[in-house]
């Protein structure tokens, strides 16, 4: 069995690519993913302490952040598709919805 602090290795540079998704990209099912990404390594180092510590409560709180993330996916992609018929594109730089 590997040790806890590969789970958290693993799971910190996936935050920081998805970190890095979110802060550099443009397009929005991009920036989209990223998100999904970082909200994957926070479930890696819940799942990663709860399995150390011996304790079921992380891994209890995953299936929370899933049910979430599933719910954050579904009215995440009907923004993008939305965003896509109404201006054609889903670069987040030339969306200016909210601007009078």
Known sequence: MA????????????????????????????VFMSVE?????????LIAFSQFLG???????VFFVMTVAAAEAA??????????RNKQTVDVTKVNILKW
């Open 3 to 30: 040790p806890l602090s590969h789970y958290l290795a693993v799971s910190a540079i996936l935050f920081v690519i998805g970190t890095a998704g979110v802060l550099f990209r443009r397009n929005a099912i991009v």
């Open 37 to 45: 990404l970082m909200l994957n390594a926070v479930n890696l180092t």
């Open 55 to 61: 304790d079921q409560t992380g891994q209890i709180l």
């Open 75 to 84: 009215v995440g992609l009907a923004i993008i598709i939305s965003l896509f």
